[in-house]
């Protein structure tokens, strides 16, 4: 569930040997450097939410950096039942069966960890904070995950990832999915 710190202590080396020979002159005619190593621009992501009748109800917009990722949920008004609501990262990148949106499959999870950001045994690779529905339906949030959008273990794997947005919250703990009910919102991430 953790990204792997062997890449990461690469890059930092990376940075640093780029940096260390940015002030040796030897590249004092090339493009003037950075005062500090530059970070890497992040992956981004762009999808719509869809409810169970198929409809366009919100968007969702990832950005991925070296460590986490960050995501912005915006849905519409009339978009939810107000109050909170439980949504995770599911396996598949699948929302072609709108009234259940079973086709997603499971929470991401690829090392067998137990549901729930509470859980000892947790969380799963899927699992997210829960976000809150206004008295008009709609939902401005932002959560993070340390799950990556690309590469080993990705979101944007083979078969894609889709983001469910389920009926009730998430009490982070229950297996398999926190006791967040009916999946009521859909969104492919591929
Ligand atoms: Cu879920
Ligand atoms: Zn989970």
């Known amino acids: 569930m953790t990204r792997t710190l062997p890449l990461r202590a690469a890059l930092m080396l990376g940075a640093l040997a780029g940096f260390a020979s940015g002030a040796s002159g030897a590249l004092a005619q090339t493009a003037p450097a950075p005062e500090a190593a530059p970070a890497a621009a992040p992956q981004t992501f762009d999808g719509e939410i869809k409810n169970n009748k198929g ?13 986490a990722l960050v995501m912005r949920i ?8 107000p109050g909170w609501h ?4 599911h396996a598949v990148g699948d929302c072609s069966d709108t009234e259940k949106f079973m086709n997603s499959k499971a929470h991401v999870n690829h090392d067998q960890s137990k549901h729930g950001l509470l859980n000892p ?8 904070p829960n976000v809150y529905a206004a008295a008009d339906g709609s939902v401005n949030a932002e959560v993070s995950s340390e799950t ?3 590469g ?13 947005v389920h009926a009730k919250e998430d009490d982070h703990a229950t297996q398999p999915i926190g006791g967040a009910g009916d999946r009521i919102g859909c969104a492919v991430i591929k």
Do not use: M, Q, Y
């Open 148 to 150: 990556p959008l690309t």
């Open 86 to 89: 439980g949504i995770h990262f």
């Open 74 to 81: 915006a849905i519409k008004a009339g978009g939810l039942p």
């Open 55 to 67: 409809e366009p109800i919100g968007t969702l917009t990832i950005r991925d950096g070296a460590n």
């Open 121 to 128: 045994d947790g969380p799963d690779e899927g699992d997210l």
């Open 152 to 164: 080993d273990g990705g979101l944007k794997d083979g078969d894609g990832s889709a983001l469910i």
